[in-house]
């Protein structure tokens, strides 16, 4: 069965202090790993694609990295305002139709 | 500006009133869907439609309806809501149902059954 599982469900941190968000998989074949940022009251948006194991992106404080079993989204020198929700999602070959989210990361930077 | 709008953003209903919860998208994607969101248990899928008049359920459908009678609209109708379809519902869309890249999301319609 696919799945998806985060870890942690929730992250304090100080600013400036780096920390990884974990997200575990379990899919019958790879197709695409996402990550997304949820704010409060609004809904998800759209931070990196990652499609094989080796493969890392970039956007400004953020790294996500990909292997075979899990994919790891790196906070760099946090801000306040990257306080948010991280949800990593995944899609299977063969089934491109789906999506299977995790239950996200509530990430709380304090200044 | 490019956009997924949902309508109601708040609805409180009672047991067994039908309502329906619009979602329209303005970047002529053929792929939609519907999610909701559940404390703990992360974004689920409803329903999704591939294009018009194709539609599919996903994990959680029972209770729910879909039609796909345009390209930019895809209402989600619940005939008889009961309690446990209270929820945060999210809409998104992408330019195919084939394409490997990013959801768009409408700004999520909460949900209240009494």
Redesign the interface.
Known sequence: EDQ?TQSPEALRLQEGESSSLNCSYTVSGL??L?WYRQDP??????LF?L?SAGEEKEKERLKATLTKKESFLHITAPKPEDSATY?C?V?AIGN????Y????TKLNVKP | EAQ?TQNPRYLITVTGKKLTVTCSQNMNHE?M?W?RQDP??????IY?S?NVEVT?K??VPEGYKVSRKEKRNFPLILESPSPNQTSLY?C?SRPR??D?????????SRLTVL
């Open positions: 998806v197709r695409g996402f009251g609004k809904g998800p948006e759209f694609t499609y949800l999602a899609q491109f139709n789906k999506f989210f995790g239950s996200g | 997924v792929y869907s999610y703990g248990l992360g974004l689920r899928q999704y591939m599919d996903g994990d999210f998104a149902a084939a490997t890249g990013e959801l768009f999301f409408g700004e999520g």
